[in-house]
């Protein structure tokens, strides 16, 4: 009995992933889209007579972009659309319930990054070369840590009073202005860029793609530090009623 309401949040995990599963606009939107977009981008490089890069310098904004769409798309607007659905309202308005239900989302959206960052994995790596179990470990850590990176601020937006639709179109303006700020800022000369990239969270998850975790002790350890007191922050001021809702 005791050991029941500790499993709880991994429980409600497994439905949450079930749904997300079900889902396959989603899987399409995250992973196949940029899976197609690297390779067409790889194709026209390559009959541009560019020369072929290394797999890590290839992928690493495509990584990036990925991790950022779970954390936007998956963790964060699931929470939106769970409120706006009256599923908050209705189950979860308790101290224990918060609990269990945000721990439940995160659990199953970091599962669902690794599953998202395997795919795109499988996919791409055969244009390099034979995939390599150690080489995906390594990827699989360094784009969870972009997960978390993303995790913050995705999170932080849910606790703004807007609705489901608007919701929406908010993250699809804040990723696509990541990645062409981005990649922006990478590849232009002008200063103001370079400013706008020190301060571009695709900029710093492209970094960690690049160089690792170990190369980025001091972001990892900020990472880690942000992503704890945004729990708390998000457990402590979680909207339960709709936006839509007068009562």
Do not use: H
């Not at 936007?72 to 409120?83: H, K, T």
């Not at 849910?158 to 981005?182: D, E, H, K, Y």
């Not at 860029?193 to 793609?209: D, E, K, Q, Y």
Request: proline share 4%; net charge positive; glycine share 8%.
């Amino acid at each position: 009995m005791r050991i029941y309401p500790l499993s709880k949040p991994f429980l409600l995990a497994k439905l949450f992933i079930k749904e997300q599963l079900k889902e396959p606009v989603a899987l399409l939107w995250i992973v196949i889209s940029p899976v197609v977009t690297f390779y067409l981008i790889t194709y026209a490089g390559y009959s541009g007579g560019e020369s072929l890069r290394d797999y890590a310098s290839a992928t690493s904004w495509f990584y990036a972009f990925i991790s950022s769409s779970v954390a936007l798309f998956g963790l964060a607007f699931y929470i939106v659309g769970r409120r706006e659905s009256g599923f908050l309202r209705s189950f979860v308005y308790t101290k224990r319930t918060k609990i269990i239900f945000l721990a439940g989302q995160f659990l199953a959206y970091s599962f669902m990054s690794v599953i998202y960052c395997s795919v795109f994995y499988v996919l791409t790596r055969g244009y390099f070369g034979l995939i390599a179990l150690e080489e995906w470990l390594v990827i699989v850590g360094r784009f969870y840590m972009c997960f978390l990176l993303f995790s913050t601020p995705s999170l932080l937006l849910t606790l703004a009073p807007i609705g489901f639709q608007n919701t929406n179109t908010l993250f699809s303006i804040l990723s696509v202005s990541m990645l062409a700020l981005g990649i922006g800022s990478f590849n232009a000369s002008y200063p103001l860029f370079s400013v706008i990239g020190l301060f571009n969270p695709m900029g710093w998850a492209n970094r960690l793609m690049l160089v690792g975790v170990t190369g980025s002790a001091t972001l990892v350890a900020a990472i880690l530090g942000m992503i704890i007191v945004t729990g708390w922050f998000v457990f402590r001021f979680l909207l339960i009623n709709p936006v839509w809702s007068r009562y």
